[in-house]
């Protein structure tokens, strides 16, 4: 049985003063999901403060990105050993802004895939879990190639890393399109796409398939997430906006307990 997991993706929001409120206000219900594992994922400015909040309560915490490399001139980069230091459980790898935001938009999407593979491989070194991002775009998504999307970063991360690596990370199916535009993929789709994730790896390994964890994450809110998380190959969610409000947050992850 895979143990559901809610990931909340803060982005690039909080203030000392607001991430206080919101961490004391999902900290005081807690006992009502203590059965789901929940990691949330600051801005890395405030990993220590998340650290100190989340120390003891079962709850884990990660950062947004880290660095395929584990030390020297990366100026603005954080390594897996630095994330170490701070006791991180996970880290987030490839999300979507991460491609498409910034100057890994110039690089060709192939060569960027096996940028995250190494990324991947660097925090399992640290004994930090990565939860790889996986998904289509817009344009990806209209032309029917999803699977094709998808295929091509697990193809490259198996035949890189080793499938067995894969029972030592977390996948997140996040489609482009549903990403803070407030559509979300229907349950019989995300669930269909999972399952294909999942089989996938059953190529290669029926066991670790069976063993692992894989999110949806594209506008997960207090209202659709159980639907989701009642499928059988989604096992929890990974939550942007919605990880910011911490009425919304802990009704994802309550809705992860009823599954």
């Keep these: 049985m895979r143990k559901p997991l809610v990931a909340g993706n803060w982005k690039m ?4 003063a607001s991430n206080k409120l919101l961490l004391d206000a999902i900290l005081a219900q807690r006992d009502s999901f203590a059965s789901v594992d929940v990691a949330l994922f600051p801005p890395a400015l405030y990993i220590q403060q998340v650290q100190s909040a989340l120390s003891g309560t079962g709850m884990y915490w990660g950062t947004q990105n880290v660095s395929q490399f584990d030390s020297g001139a990366y100026t603005g980069e954080i390594s897996a050993a630095m994330l170490h230091d701070f006791s991180c459980q996970y880290v987030l790898i490839g999300h979507s802004e991460r491609r498409c935001l910034y100057a890994e938009l ?13 990324k991947y491989e660097m925090s399992v070194k640290h004994g930090i879990t990565p939860i790889i991002c996986i998904g289509e775009s817009p344009e990806e998504h209209s032309m029917g190639r999803t699977e094709e999307m998808v295929a091509r970063l697990m193809d490259i991360v198996i035949a890189q890393q080793g499938v067995e690596m894969l029972s030592k990370v977390v996948l997140a199916y996040e489609p482009v399109w549903a990403i803070g535009t407030g559509k979300t993929a229907s349950p019989e789709w995300a669930q269909d796409v999972h399952s294909f994730m999942r089989q996938r790896v059953a190529k290669h390994d029926a066991k670790i398939a069976a063993s692992l ?17 009642a499928k059988p190959d989604i096992d929890g969610g990974l939550i942007g906006g919605g990880s910011r409000d911490a009425d919304e947050f802990v009704k994802i992850c309550q809705a992860a307990v009823q599954n």
């Excluded at 110039?106 to 190494?118: G, K, P, R, S």
């Excluded at 964890?213 to 998380?229: C, D, E, M, Q, W």
């Design 13 to 16: 929001n909080g203030s000392s």
């Design 106 to 118: 110039n690089l060709d999407q192939v060569f960027l895939d096996h940028i995250i593979a190494e």
């Design 213 to 229: 964890r894989i999110l949806y994450g594209g506008s997960v809110k207090g209202n659709n997430a159980a639907p989701l998380f």
